[in-house]
Nanobody, 120 residues
Framework: QVQLVESGGGLVQPGGSLRLSCAAS????????MGWYRQAPGKERELVAAITSGGVTNYGDSVKGRFTISRDSGKNTVALQMNSLKPEDTANYYC??????????????WGKGTLVTVSS
């Protein structure tokens, strides 16, 4: 199966920065897109940023201009650079991968999540 391992969450002051990483491992798949979603208490899970295998990116409106997603194809990893963090960015952040298995089936995989807390 495909495994997603997230890292980089933690506590940061408003205006600070964090970098999240997600590494996909396993065999028998190719990645179509990877991205980050987040969910805060009492709110729906929402798109933060995503990137396709071709490098096309998509960002949630609330993070445009502050967050940047990047991809390392050789390592099957994505990174989310988060700058100018705000308290409302506090949430659990989940890595998502959309993959095609070797036998031709499209599937979604999710990481277990990493907590980002923005507070003074």
């Amino acid at each position: 199966q495909v495994q997603l391992v997230e890292s980089g969450g933690g506590l940061v002051q408003p205006g600070g920065s964090l970098r999240l990483s997600c590494a996909a491992s396993g065999s028998g798949f190719s990645i179509n897109a990877m991205g980050w979603y987040r969910q805060a208490p009492g709110k729906e899970r929402e798109l933060v940023a995503a990137i396709t295998s071709g490098g096309v990116t998509n960002y949630g409106d609330s993070v445009k201009g502050r967050f940047t997603i990047s991809r390392d194809s050789g390592k099957n990893t994505v990174a989310l650079q988060m700058n100018s963090l705000k308290p409302e960015d506090t949430a659990n952040y989940y890595c998502n991968a959309q993959v095609t298995r070797w036998y031709g089936v499209f599937m979604d995989y999710w990481g277990k999540g990493t907590l980002v807390t923005v507070s003074s």
